[in-house]
């Protein structure tokens, strides 16, 4: 059993570059969640997704799209890099049916981002 | 929309020392209230967690506390070890589907033996 999963987890961009980072969880949860960590400001949520072919968006959406084609993995997209998007990112996965509650996540190793 | 502020940012300590470290949030409806370990290089790990129905949970050396009138929680952790070094965040959120945590600023805990 391995949690949660992201590759790749170092990645250096160039600006208007494009790239995409992928999360699985072999828990079967149904919600997923993709997180920029920056220095000082904690984690923000980007998009979330509350089961397969369902996305909405977080607290900092612009600048990147999301896919949720399977269950178990959730894409996170950068179409055109930006410098302010040099940051770490977690995903983090949530809640099997059948369970009570269905807040606490699970969270990945990052992905660690530069873009130049 | 909730927020979640931290205290303190940064919390040196001996080993041996307690330390306590206290977030207060906005969202009266906010019911879930967990607190995450973030070691060097690695994702934030859960370490403890506490509902609205809830005042107070423990778990060995940590303790969580929850005040839902004053809407603040805090962490403590006793007999503090060098292991205990760490970045620790709170969060809160209502249970309901899909809903994002809403996290602290983070406090980086620093224990010397």
């Known amino acids: 059993n391995a949690g949660v999963t992201q590759t790749p987890k170092f990645r250096v961009l160039k600006t208007g570059q494009s790239m995409t980072l992928l999360c699985a969880q072999d828990?079967?949860?149904?919600?997923m969640y993709w997180y920029r960590q920056d220095p000082g400001m904690g984690l923000r949520l980007i998009h979330y997704s509350v089961g397969e072919g369902t996305t909405a968006k977080g607290e900092v959406p612009d600048g990147y799209n999301v896919s949720r084609l399977k269950k178990q993995n959730f894409l996170l997209g950068l179409e055109s890099a930006a410098p302010s998007q040099t940051s770490v990112y977690f995903c983090?996965?949530?809640?099997?049916?059948?369970?009570?509650?269905?807040?606490?996540?699970?969270f990945g190793p990052g992905t660690r981002l530069t873009v130049l | 929309g909730e927020n979640v502020e931290q205290h303190p940012s940064t919390l040196s300590v001996q080993e041996g020392d307690s330390a306590v470290i206290k977030c207060t949030y906005s969202?009266?409806?906010?019911?879930?209230f967990p607190w995450y370990k973030q070691e060097l290089g690695k994702g934030p790990q859960l370490i403890i967690d506490i509902r609205s129905n809830v005042g107070e949970k423990k778990d060995q050396r940590i303790a969580v506390t929850l005040n839902k009138t004053a809407k603040h929680f805090s962490l403590h952790i006793t007999e503090t070890q060098p292991e205990d070094s760490a970045v620790y965040f709170c969060?809160?959120?209502?249970?309901?589907?899909?809903?994002?945590?809403?996290f602290g600023k983070g406090t980086t805990l620093s224990v010397s033996s």
């Open positions: 969060a809160a959120s209502r249970n309901q589907a899909g809903t994002a945590l809403i």
């Open positions: 983090a996965s949530s809640y099997s049916l059948g369970r009570a509650t269905t807040d606490t996540q699970y």
């Open positions: 969202d009266s409806a906010s019911n879930y």
């Open positions: 828990m079967n949860h149904e919600y």
